[in-house]
């Protein structure tokens, strides 16, 4: 039998591999108008969420807030509760803001979410263990609340693919970017709670 030598195969496996990344499939593609004067951050946020909405910008905010509120880098050294009713879209997309904004993910098992009436989100520093809250103000609720009330119109188009969200995806993205640019004192409160 002919052995075929070493290089050989390993010429044929690296050639396979290569052949492979060129088919293999990107990223999806999210249902997001990108308009010029996005922040790289809120570009980021639409293409982890699949697209840019009110209580996600809501969560990135708030946790952009808390983390830089007890001065975590994010990712490893955060330990993330959030409270709200956040069952279902769209009020639980407040959770995906919140990972890409303080890093905490599912994955890492950093990030956990208690089902309550009112949204408090709380960030510890694992290495500081230093502890903030962050709320969102009256304004902010009513700016989300809002949302709900507008009617559906012929061009609706549900992020979700679900009949709650009636408003069309740009409307969506305009409440969005307003939330994303407020200034923080507006939308939030941020308090250091005794031990
Ligand atoms: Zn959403």
């Known amino acids: ?19 492979a990344e060129e088919t293999m499939c990107s990223l999806p593609k999210p249902h997001y108008h990108r308009d010029a004067s996005d922040p790289e951050w809120l570009a980021y946020a639409a293409q982890f969420h699949g697209h840019l909405g009110p209580w996600a910008a809501a969560g990135l905010r708030a946790g952009m807030a808390a983390r830089c509120a007890v001065k975590a880098d994010g990712y490893f050294d955060v330990d993330v509760t959030v409270e709200g009713p956040l069952v279902k879209p769209p009020h639980s997309c407040f959770l995906d803001g919140l ?32 502890v903030v809250e962050v709320r969102p103000t009256d304004e902010l609720i009513k700016l989300l609340a809002s949302v709900k009330t ?32 407020m200034p923080e004192k507006r939308i939030l409160t941020v308090t250091f709670p005794k031990d």
């Open 1 to 19: 039998m002919r052995v075929l030598p070493v290089f050989t195969i390993l010429l044929s496996v690296a050639s396979s591999c290569y052949s």
């Open 99 to 130: 990972q890409v904004s303080t890093g905490a993910t599912l994955g890492k098992r950093n990030l956990n979410w208690l089902q309550a009436e009112k949204v408090v989100v709380r960030v510890r520093n694992t290495g500081s263990g230093q």
């Open 150 to 181: 507008r009617p559906k119109t012929a061009t609706a188009a549900s992020a979700h693919g679900r009949d709650e969200d009636h408003a069309d995806l740009h409307f969506l993205e305009g409440i969005a970017r307003w939330i994303a640019t």
